[in-house]
């Protein structure tokens, strides 16, 4: 069982591991605009009019490993086929010149024995190539070119060998295979933690092997504009995050929240709830780490337009004790709840002195409100009294 501790069920769905969660009322779907990475995590980018194609000639075994696995089987076989032919040639031309093909008694020494025809001689070809060796056919010590020829087979076999065996091992063992068992929340989250406004999101393994040394990066892309009236169509800015166990690298043993803390230095100061109506914003997620039983660098990604941010919820807990030990409850792993939470941007909210400035604000006004209504209920008694 690949689940940890069994504690999900072999036929539970991935799509299911993030509920989907109805937007606020507030927010209407704007029509789906290009995302620059998709949800699965691959990069919406197309490359076109690339005229130096002979690059990628250059990068032959990293070209190979990036193809399809119909292109590269298909290039696996042709390898060895053409290579056999090819061979076959040579030695049936060999043969050709020497006179091997006529029958010229039994003192006439062949340079490879038993080549009577191209059939023969292909035969011959692949057992030099991969080392099969029948007995029936065989380099004699006639012919210099002969030699050279078995040599130089050898080599080119080996070479196959090794550059095919090397591409086919490398896609076997490419690192995306496990990120998709690490998994990201459906929807971004803001809302108030410690007194900060916070935009957070939820990662989690499925696997009972761990990620060493897991690290989380978040990019904002947005288009935007410089002083000078250039425009950027995909101005990528780093994020700052609070790690949710205080060290550089992520212990992914249980889901995490990761956390932003939107200040000053935050791209997101200025963004208030009204604004995620408007505003074409896509918050990418990357989790990077080694594979514990490979030692392979993999990455998972992940991305939130504006439709996917929801304004004052945060994430439901998923973990609880249970018999002595911890279970994760991975049906809540992308539920959320609604709590209060300030429409107005981070910039804004501490221009007005902050979160505790605001609740204590509405404490006030809140004791007020609670005095007014007593004293009137007060009066109305009183006026009920007889006289």
Known sequence: MLSRKGLIPEDYLLTRL????????CFKVKPGKARFVTKNGTCNVAH???????????????????????????????????????????????????????????????????????SSAFLFSIEVQVTIGFGGRMVTEECVSAIVVLIVQNIVGLLINAIMLGCIFMKTAQ????????????????????????????????????????????????????????????DQIDIHMDNPVGTNGVFLVSPLIICHVIDKDSPLYELSAGDLQYDDIEVIAVLEGVVETTGITTQARTSYVSEEILWGQRFVPTVSAEDGMYAVDYSKFGNTTKVPTPCCSAKKLDESGGIARLKLNEGVTLRATVRRRRGSAGVRRSKKQPE
């Open 48 to 118: 076109t009019n690339i005229r130096e194609q002979g690059r990628f000639l250059l990068d032959v075994f990293t070209t190979l490993v990036d193809l399809k696995w119909l292109h590269t089987l298909i290039i696996f076989t042709m390898s060895y086929l053409c290579s056999w032919l090819l061979f076959g040639m040579i030695w049936w031309l060999i043969a050709f010149a020497h006179g091997d093909l006529d029958q010229k008694g039994d003192d006439f020494v062949p340079c490879v024995t038993d080549i009577h025809s191209f």
């Open 175 to 234: 690192a995306n295979r496990r990120a998709e068992t690490l998994i990201f929340s459906k929807h971004a989250v803001i809302s108030v933690r410690n007194n900060k406004l916070c935009f957070m999101i939820r990662i989690g393994d499925l696997r009972k092997s761990m990620i060493i040394s897991a690290t989380v990066r978040l990019q904002v892309v947005r288009r935007s504009s410089t002083e000078e009236g250039e425009v950027l169509p995909l």
């Open 18 to 25: 993030a509920e989907d969660v109805l937007q606020p009322k």
